[in-house]
């Protein structure tokens, strides 16, 4: 976009319905995640707060590496541009991990926690990298979008 141009509402609105999966799981994650572990599951608190810890200390660390690894991206794959691609490899690691997590693992019943707790490290280190994904790929958006202070700001409300 050219400098002085206006970002039309069409492309505010696509841009602002683009985060919407990821606040999504995001909400789940920290409303529901230690309650589904306790309540549901019925781990012990130790398993359950461990669960979301390492949750936490994937992104913490995953979400400056994939910024670094975003920002240095010559051109992204699938002709869609190197920000919108880091978006879609998020969209597809949460879709993938994310589910996964509150759907009953079928051949988990009957084994100990420790082993049912092993199953969900993956799943979460998977999630966690795609919201990095997401998350840093779709803000990464609003400076190429446009130039204008306004408009950067006004982007980010709209999301």
Known sequence: MMAGESIPIKRKLGYSVGHAFNDLTASMWYTYLIAYFHEVKNFNDTLAG???????????????????????????????????????????????????????????????????????????????????????GHLALIPEMTFSAVEKVQLNGWR
């Open 50 to 136: 461990t669960l979301m810890m390492i949750g936490q200390s994937v992104d913490a660390v995953l979400t400056p590496l994939v910024g670094l690894a975003s920002d240095n991206s010559k051109s992204g794959c699938f002709n869609i541009g190197r920000r919108k691609s880091w978006h879609l490899i998020g969209t597809i690691c949460s879709c993938l991990g994310f589910p996964f997590i509150f759907i009953p693992c079928w051949f988990c019943v009957g084994v100990p926690d420790w082993a049912q707790f092993i199953y969900y490290v993956p799943l979460i280190v998977i999630f966690q990298f795609g919201w990095a994904c997401a998350q840093i």
